[in-house]
């Protein structure tokens, strides 16, 4: 049972280049999530998903998008990276429903010069 | 969104040694859930804690829920190293969205 599956594990871009992160979740969750977490601030939520085919803006949206095409895949793309989204970039999902038991990825390292 | 204060950002113990991490807000929580992060990893879930003075034992770990709902508190006994990561504190809030607090990093030595 994979659970939470983020590819990359690392990455490095140079200023204004784009990427996209990729989450895949196997446990049939509805939410999904993505964090990013920076020493000393804990996680902060970038954008999140309630179902297939819907999204919305979290605590720190700038200079991110996102889709949720697939219920079981959620992108994260940053169309021109900066050197601020430096930064460990973490994918959760849940059911959404009950105790809403978030899980989460393996975490994708993300440095941009 | 509400802030979850998390204190203290660090401790350093002995093995063996207690350990308390607390999460304060300043409004009431409709709940509080509890994650670890070990160095290097993802966080993941231990508990969650939903009624006002509710009191929850996972071996050495004891987690409250303050009466008022407004600050919780995680308690180790006896720390040993598996002990060593960041503790957050987070609650639910519109559309299950979870807030986290800023983690308490435990570093335990022998």
């Known amino acids: 049972n994979a659970g939470v599956t983020q590819t990359p594990k690392f990455r490095v871009l140079k200023t204004g280049q784009s990427m996209t992160l990729l989450c895949a979740q196997d446990?049939?969750?509805?939410?999904m999530y993505w964090y990013r977490q920076d020493p000393g601030m804990g996680l902060r939520l970038i954008h999140y998903?309630?179902?297939?085919?819907?999204?919305a803006k979290g605590e720190v949206p700038d200079g991110y998008n996102v889709s949720r095409l697939k219920k079981q895949n959620f992108l994260l793309g940053l169309e021109s990276a900066a050197p601020s989204q430096t930064s460990v970039y973490f994918c959760?999902?849940?059911?959404?429903?009950?105790?809403?038991?978030?899980?989460f990825g393996a975490g994708t390292r993300l440095s941009v010069l | 969104g509400q802030q979850v204060m998390q204190i203290p950002q660090y401790q350093h113990v002995q093995e063996g040694e207690d350990f308390t991490t607390y999460c304060n807000s300043s409004?009431?929580?409709?709940?509080i859930q509890w994650y670890k992060q070990r160095p290097g990893g993802h966080p993941v879930f231990l508990i969650q804690?939903?009624?006002?003075?509710e009191v929850k034992k996972q071996k050495r770990l004891t987690f409250q829920f303050g009466e008022a709902k407004k600050n919780s508190s995680l308690h180790i006994t006896a720390t040993q190293t598996t002990d060593v990561g960041t503790y957050f504190c987070a609650y639910t809030g519109t559309a299950s969205k979870l807030t986290f607090g800023t983690g308490t990093r435990l570093q335990v030595t022998l």
């Open positions: 804690l939903v009624k006002s003075g």
């Open positions: 998903s309630v179902g297939e085919g819907t999204t």
């Open positions: 446990m049939n969750h509805e939410y």
């Open positions: 409004t009431t929580l409709s709940n």
């Open positions: 959760a999902s849940s059911t959404g429903t009950g105790k809403n038991i978030q899980y």
